[in-house]
Structure formats: structure tokens, C-alpha cells
């Protein structure tokens, strides 16, 4: 039962233009989410978070909407650059930066092309 | 990466042997953290630590074991290794009010 999901495994978008990666997830009792980034034979790094009292979070070029109606996410890159190619992990968590067991999805390969 | 380090980084072991993963920490942490990753599953929390000698099960912990008896030191045992368990390991820690940091990963096959 996968709680967290990216149905997109691949994505490719022209360097510059906007990234759009997508989550959706089916516990209600998520209210803290976040986004990782992975690149090759490194551990996942952390990106950008939100709480689920809010519906936008930005920082920088990064930017996350939640929809808890929906139960859905998404992280906005704008605009893309090369070094953003990587393996992009959406989690939830019931915790707040505390004792975080955080619940993965399968993850999206994004692939920015020059 | 939080002072983390992971050993070994790679490892080549039979079926039916035990294998210890070591996570080690600099960082004073309080939580420790096992996950797997693997294709199709993403990361899946295998066991976790909440202080020295104080652990708890995740969602994928059967036939795997975990030990903490140093805050900067966490174990993960694979009690008799199985080719389901061929995966990269990742150990991760937080503190209070940061989230979590990853290692750079063990990479463990099975054969």
C-alpha cells in the first residue's frame, strides 16, 4: 500500500523552462511534507518542506504547493538549470522536524536538457 | 551530509551469512534512522533509534536487527542475508528542529 506516490518515474524538460513534479498521497494524518533530491551514489538531500497549514512554501527557484483537498503536491523548478538533473523524492511525515519517519514515494528522475 | 559515514560502502556477501552495516555520527544526534531504497519502492524505513539502547521497528524490519549502545553509533544486522535483501542502505539522522540527513549509502548484493 503505497501511501506516497509519483506516478511520474521520468521527467525531461528544457534547461530554463519550469520543472513540474507531482505527489499525491492517501493518509490524512500527514501533516508535514518534503521534497529530497538524489543525485548518483549519494545519500538524498534535503530541498524543501511544507507544512500543511500552509498551501505554498518558496525558497529560491524552488517552489512547493500543497492541496489537501486533493491530497496532492508539487515542486515548481524555475528556471531549470543542469545541475537540477537528479532522482526526486516527495515524503510525509505525521512529525514536525522531531522524531520523522518519514513515508517515501518511488521517486522521479527529472533530466534537464541543455 | 551531517557528519555521517556509512561503512562499508559496498559489499559483496553469500546467502545465509550475517552482514553488519555500520552508521557512524558527529553530529550528536538524537534519532537514527535504516532505510533501503529500492526500484519501484523508493526509500522504506527498516528500523529506527530514539536514543542509546532505545530502537523500534519500521515498516520493512523482518530479518534485520539494529543495535545502539553509543549515541554516535547506529547498527544494522542482517541476521542471515537473503537475496530480497540486495538494496543501498541509507543511515540517517536528525536533531530537534532539523530534518533529516542522509549518508552517502551502502550498496549490499546478495548472492
Known amino acids: 500500500d503505497q501511501q506516497v506516490k509519483q506516478n511520474s518515474p521520468s521527467l525531461s524538460v528544457q534547461e530554463g523552462r519550469i520543472s513540474i513534479l507531482n505527489c499525491d498521497y492517501t493518509n490524512s494524518m500527514f501533516d508535514y511534507f518534503l521534497w529530497y533530491k538524489k543525485y548518483p551514489a549519494e545519500g538524498p538531500t534535503f530541498l524543501i518542506s511544507i507544512s500543511s497549514i500552509k498551501d505554498k512554501n518558496e525558497d529560491g527557484r524552488f517552489t512547493v504547493f500543497l492541496n489537501k483537498s486533493a491530497k496532492h503536491l508539487s515542486l515548481h523548478i524555475v528556471p531549470s538549470q543542469p545541475g537540477d538533473s537528479a532522482v526526486y523524492f516527495c515524503a510525509a511525515s505525521t512529525a514536525n522536524f522531531g522524531n520523522e519517519k518519514l513515508t517515501f514515494g518511488t521517486g522521479t528522475r527529472l533530466t534537464i536538457i541543455p | 551530509d551531517a557528519g555521517i559515514t556509512q561503512s562499508p560502502r559496498h559489499k559483496v556477501t553469500e546467502t545465509g551469512t550475517p552482514v553488519t552495516l555500520r552508521c557512524h555520527q558527529t553530529e550528536n544526534h538524537r534519532y537514527m534512522y535504516w532505510y533501503r531504497q529500492d526500484p519501484g519502492h523508493g526509500l522504506r524505513l527498516i528500523h529506527y533509534s530514539y536514543g542509546v539502547k532505545d530502537t523500534d521497528k519500521g515498516e520493512v524490519s523482518d530479518g534485520y536487527s539494529v543495535s545502539r549502545s553509543k549515541t554516535e553509533d547506529f547498527l544494522l544486522t542482517l541476521e542471515s542475508a537473503t537475496s530480497s535483501q540486495t538494496s543501498v542502505y541509507f543511515c540517517?539522522?536528525?536533531?530537534?528542529?532539523?530534518?533529516?540527513?542522509f549518508g552517502n549509502g551502502t550498496r549490499l548484493t546478495v548472492t
Open positions: 540517517a539522522t536528525t536533531g530537534t528542529g532539523s530534518p533529516l540527513h
